[in-house]
């Protein structure tokens, strides 16, 4: 998603960027519609250095974010990292001048937080996440740019059912935070934007770490926001972590839901403004995709 938005707006800048796009299979629907947009396609992985290397090839930028490490994939829990630093290095030999690295907000705060040291975190996630960020700032480039979103918007949509599954069937936001607990919200499609615009004005964005959201809510307000635009009846429901597995909803996100209690991502709205990127608001994004959500009765 972060990916494609930076795209979308590279290619509809006046002077249109050259895109050149890593693809897993060149014949999927997805690549298609990126090569009938005139963006290059090279099939490979992240995973395997000669594609990487040959997708790089007299590049100027790279757009870098790997996929955190799988909970049930115990023998590779340092994926993440590990490409990181394939790309970085990848990077450098080929010559490419920017680098802009996608994280999460705290990534390499992660021994700061309340209970770290009791293992109360999953520690692959966070670990892996300060790894590639340490691999990106010692890459061998002229300019790079470390964002670090928020939580993602489209965790409400499309994928309220992963984090959220009473959302359809019961009309419920059941959630293990507290319910004076504000998250911070930023939509992919933002991220991509900011992306395009550190390559865009590199001189001004090079050498930052640039937290982002746009929203910081309770579940309640979220809530409110969705049944407002949806005209559906619906409520935030606090529960304790037992409750919300018992509910449906999945391990990692209830884990998630009790760090944001304990920690959050702690974005200052106003410096996330302050780079001229305009974001969008949760509102403005439920109002969008008023008829995308599913909600059942309350």
Not at 42 to 66: K, P, T
Not at 141 to 160: D, G, T, W, Y
Not at 256 to 266: F, I, L
Request: glycine share 8%.
């Amino acid at each position: 998603m972060q990916g494609g938005a930076m795209i979308d707006t590279l290619l509809g800048v006046e002077a249109p960027v050259k895109v050149r796009a890593l693809v897993r299979d060149s014949s999927s629907p997805a690549a298609q519609a990126l090569a009938e947009r005139e963006v290059q396609l090279v099939e490979g992985s992240f995973f395997e250095g000669q594609a990487i290397r040959s997708a790089l090839a007299g590049a100027d930028g790279v757009f870098s974010m790997q996929m955190p490490p799988n909970p049930s994939d115990r023998e590779d829990l340092e994926s993440e990292a590990r490409v990181a630093r394939i790309l970085m290095d990848a990077a450098a030999a080929a010559g490419v001048e920017t680098v802009v690295h996608t994280s999460v907000a705290r990534a390499g705060d992660h021994e700061q937080f309340t209970g770290w040291s009791e293992g109360r975190w999953w520690e692959p996630y966070w670990i892996n996440k300060a790894a590639a960020n340490d691999a990106v700032r010692a890459a061998a480039v002229e300019h790079r740019v470390i964002l670090e979103p928020a939580m993602m918007m489209e965790n409400l949509l499309p994928s309220e059912e992963f984090m959220f599954p009473g959302l359809s069937r019961r009309g419920e936001l059941v959630s293990a935070m507290d319910p004076d607990t504000r998250m911070d919200y930023i939509s992919a499609a933002d991220a991509g934007r900011f992306a395009a615009a550190a390559f865009l004005d590199c001189a001004r964005f090079a050498g930052h770490e640039i937290d982002l959201a746009s929203d910081s809510l309770t579940l309640a307000e979220v809530a409110d926001t969705i049944a407002g635009v949806t005209g559906a009846s619906m409520r935030a429901r606090h529960a304790s972590a037992e409750e919300a597995l018992a509910a449906g909803a999945f391990h990692g996100a209830v884990s998630s839901q009790r760090w944001q209690t304990d920690e959050g991502y702690q974005v200052d709205l106003r410096k996330a403004a302050s780079w001229g990127v305009e974001p969008c608001r949760f509102a403005d994004r439920a109002t969008a995709h008023r008829f995308d959500f599913v909600v059942g009765a309350a």
